[in-house]
């Protein structure tokens, strides 16, 4: 019994350990992230950087501030907002600013290329009305053909959504925004009117098939 006792208690102390790890282990990708952030401030934002932080203990201290306010979010999230700073802003970002860019970010996130598969194949019909979790999902299945995916067996039809998929989670990182087209709803498309051009061509089409019958 003893025995079990101290096995059990080793299991205990194992996985805390395993935990505190994990947990270290992503304080260190944050603080990294946060280095990385201001040292792509600091080359962007040259004057305003030193202006606004004369001292490199002022430094640490603001990083210690956003490191307690954006620990909610995961490093490559912060890495991706902070890119989204310096090509919208001129100015140097305050940390109001970094929370809103971090949140836009973490709701535009991409499912990975595995659950995105899995939505496109089992999307019902008509596609462009599905909830779909981000617009880049849709336009790889409308892209490559929904056809294609729902005739073809996974071995063939993944690696060709995947190819093209990831192309698209590049391109977003990168800052391009996707959206899903507009829907068309039938009864309500705006009828415009024809050129004088075409109503000049139509009517001396009907002139010559009066002539003919003459």
């Not at 080793?10 to 935990?19: C, I, L, R």
């Not at 800052?175 to 009828?191: C, K, T, W």
């Amino acid at each position: 019994m003893k025995k079990n006792l101290q096995t059990e208690a080793g299991q205990t102390k194992a996985s805390g350990q395993a935990q505190a790890s994990a947990q270290q282990s992503v304080q260190h990708a944050l603080i990294d992230a946060l280095n990385q952030v201001f040292a792509l401030f600091k080359r962007n934002y040259h004057n305003q950087f030193f202006k606004a932080y004369a001292q490199e203990s002022d430094v640490i201290a603001v990083k210690r501030l956003w490191l307690e306010n954006l620990k909610s979010y995961d490093a490559q999230t912060i890495l991706e907002a902070s890119m989204a700073v310096v090509k919208t802003s001129e100015f140097l970002p305050t940390l109001k600013t970094m929370l809103n860019h971090c949140e836009r970010v973490s709701k535009r996130a991409l499912p990975d290329v595995r659950t995105a598969y899995a939505e496109a194949c089992n999307a019902s019909s008509p596609k462009i009305e599905q909830n779909w979790s981000h617009p880049a999902v849709y336009l790889t299945g409308r892209d490559i053909g929904w056809h294609f995916l729902q005739s073809n067996t996974e071995n063939v039809a993944f690696p060709v959504f995947k190819e093209r998929y990831l192309s698209m989670v590049e391109r977003a990182r990168a800052g391009e925004q996707f959206a899903l087209p507009e829907v068309q709803v039938a009864g309500h498309i705006e009828q415009q009117p024809a050129s004088q051009e075409t109503t000049q061509k139509y009517m001396d089409s009907l002139q010559s098939l009066f002539d003919e019958q003459k």
